[in-house]
């Protein structure tokens, strides 16, 4: 009787497509039977016969899971108006100059300045050292009023995170540009197989993803066939 000791079939991929999972399902495992036709061969005739093999499956979904790329504003402005007084002018000054300061750590929007209108002459406005607002009033004998000076101020903070959500299929790759102004800081994903992961770039040894950055910081990612490890 004729024996072997190792057989290796190559089968098609496209056998296996019914057994696929949705997109976010966990992996099954699926058994089976192969059936392999062969030829008993002799002198004076051909037997043709079958074998079977038990066989099983992993059977992973289309995608490796749920994934989401994760940006970050690396500033943003912010801004608060003010009305600073009330300040009490008039005579017998005729002349007098009136200031208000930004809060530390904020500039004054030179554009938003105003200074309330206050007897016959029209106020003057400047900007010193970039945090201060001065008006200048004139005014004539027995002319007084109460005023305020207006303005914007503003400063700039840490921005936000942010997130999107992609899908990419096995053996594709999508590249990440971030918007202006801010950078892409980690590819979070929630697996098939229940691994919950935060990837940054550049990343070679998880099981899903080859990430790599190029030199004006787009991510490459690219989602290798599953690695066991």
């Given at each position: 009787?004729?024996?072997?000791?190792?057989?290796?079939?190559?089968?098609?991929?496209?056998?296996?497509?019914?057994?696929?999972?949705?997109?976010?399902?966990?992996?099954?495992?699926?058994?089976?039977?192969?059936?392999?036709?062969?030829?008993?061969?002799?002198?004076?005739?051909?037997?043709?016969?079958?074998?079977?093999?038990?066989?099983?499956?992993?059977?992973?979904?289309?995608?490796?899971?749920?994934?989401?790329?994760?940006?970050?504003?690396?500033?943003?402005?912010?801004?608060?108006?003010?009305?600073?007084?009330?300040?009490?002018?008039?005579?017998?000054?005729?002349?007098?100059?009136?200031?208000?300061?930004?809060?530390?750590g904020w500039t004054i929007d030179r554009n938003s300045v105003s200074c309330d209108?206050?007897?016959?002459?029209?106020?003057?406005?400047?900007?010193?050292?970039?945090?201060?607002?001065?008006?200048?009033?004139?005014?004539?004998?027995?002319?007084?009023?109460?005023?305020?000076?207006?303005?914007?101020?503003?400063?700039?903070?840490?921005?936000?995170?942010?997130?999107?959500?992609?899908?990419?299929?096995?053996?594709?790759?999508?590249?990440?540009?971030?918007?202006?102004?801010?950078?892409?800081?980690?590819?979070?994903?929630?697996?098939?197989?229940?691994?919950?992961?935060?990837?940054?770039?550049?990343?070679?040894?998880?099981?899903?993803?080859?990430?790599?950055?190029?030199?004006?910081?787009?991510?490459?990612?690219?989602?290798?066939?599953?690695?066991?490890?």
């Amino acid at each position: 009787m004729a024996t072997t000791k190792d057989l290796l079939f190559i089968v098609s991929s496209k056998a296996f497509k019914q057994l696929q999972g949705n997109s976010t399902s966990s992996y099954t495992f699926v058994q089976g039977r192969l059936t392999v036709p062969w030829i008993d061969k002799g002198l004076l005739w051909n037997d043709y016969k079958t074998s079977s093999f038990p066989v099983g499956f992993e059977v992973i979904p289309n995608i490796p899971g749920n994934t989401t790329v994760v940006y970050h504003t690396k500033f943003k402005t912010v801004s608060k108006q003010i009305a600073d007084g009330p300040h009490t002018i008039g005579d017998p000054e005729f002349l007098k100059e009136i200031s208000a300061s930004a809060d530390p750590g904020w500039t004054i929007d030179r554009n938003s300045v105003s200074c309330d209108k206050c007897c016959y002459f029209t106020p003057q406005w400047r900007i010193d050292n970039g945090n201060v607002a001065v008006c200048t009033y004139r005014f004539g004998k027995g002319e007084w009023g109460t005023v305020y000076i207006r303005f914007t101020e503003t400063r700039d903070i840490d921005g936000d995170d942010w997130s999107e959500p992609f899908t990419i299929q096995w053996g594709d790759q999508q590249v990440f540009s971030a918007p202006s102004n801010s950078t892409i800081s980690a590819i979070y994903i929630s697996a098939f197989d229940g691994q919950q992961m935060k990837l940054v770039a550049p990343d070679y040894t998880n099981p899903y993803f080859d990430i790599s950055t190029t030199a004006d910081g787009r991510w490459i990612v690219k989602a290798r066939y599953l690695r066991r490890n």
